[in-house]
């Protein structure tokens, strides 16, 4: 699976767009973008994946660049209940092997 | 109704002892596994059973071992415990082969050895 590298920490304003970059320049073709995220202790929660299309749904969009080599993941209106560990990870499309890395710490301040 | 269950949520014991984690899930998925998240927080895949056969097994020791009654439920079985295996342990599952991408976790165990 292709390594991914993420910055360590994030801030963010409550209601602003949270932009969380993620690289992934050794994606092999058949490789998915996914995103998860946890909140405190709990388990990780899945958010959003991608090939090479733009994705959007009721938790955040999906932005991955064309050459496929890095992608976004895009909070619209962050909330205090969005900070999180954020993890992006390149892994086939069964998903079966899921290498999560030390992921974005963000933090949503009033 | 919880989709994927773990018990128990706080495991205190101590070294050489033996325990077992179990976990449920209730949403007919066909792929179930067992991550271990230390005290630096890095979360690394252990095992993950599909259709009740080992696909995934990581570099751990065979001290731990899952055992899958079936399809429903995926236990984590831990013998001769060790100070090093003191983290979180959580569950999950997932539907393959169908288009869905999504692994769901459960809550977490955290085991404590003294």
């Known amino acids: 699976d292709a390594k991914t590298t993420q910055p360590p920490s994030m801030d963010c304003a409550e209601g602003r767009a949270a932009n969380l970059p993620c690289n992934h320049s050794?994606?092999?073709?058949?490789?998915?973008v996914y995103w998860y995220r946890q909140i405190h202790s709990q388990g990780p929660q899945y958010i959003i994946h991608?090939?090479?299309n733009n994705e959007t749904n009721e938790m955040a969009s999906l932005i991955i660049t064309e050459d496929r080599k890095s992608s976004t993941l895009i909070l619209p209106h962050a909330t205090l209940r969005d900070t999180a560990v954020y993890y992006c990870?390149?892994?086939?499309?069964?998903?079966?092997?899921?290498?999560f890395g030390a992921g974005t710490r963000l933090t949503v301040k009033p | 109704d919880t989709a994927v269950s773990q018990t128990p949520k706080y495991l205190v014991t101590q070294m050489g002892n033996d325990k077992s984690i179990k976990c449920e899930q209730n949403?007919?998925?066909?792929?179930m596994y067992w991550y271990k998240q230390d005290s630096k927080k890095f979360l690394k895949i252990m095992f993950s059973?599909?259709?009740?056969?080992?696909?995934i097994n990581e570099t751990v020791p065979n001290r731990f071992s899952p055992k899958s009654p079936d399809k429903a439920h995926l236990n984590l079985h831990i013998n001769s415990l060790e100070l090093g295996d003191s983290a979180v342990y959580f569950c999950?599952?997932?539907?393959?082969?169908?288009?869905?991408?999504?692994?769901?976790f459960g809550p977490g165990t955290r085991l404590t050895v003294t």
């Open positions: 999950a599952s997932s539907l393959t082969g169908t288009g869905m991408y999504e692994q769901y």
């Open positions: 990870i390149a892994a086939l499309y069964n998903n079966n092997d899921m290498r």
């Open positions: 949403l007919g998925h066909d792929t």
């Open positions: 991608g090939l090479k």
């Open positions: 050794t994606i092999s073709g058949n490789e998915y």
């Open positions: 059973y599909n259709n009740k056969e080992l696909i």
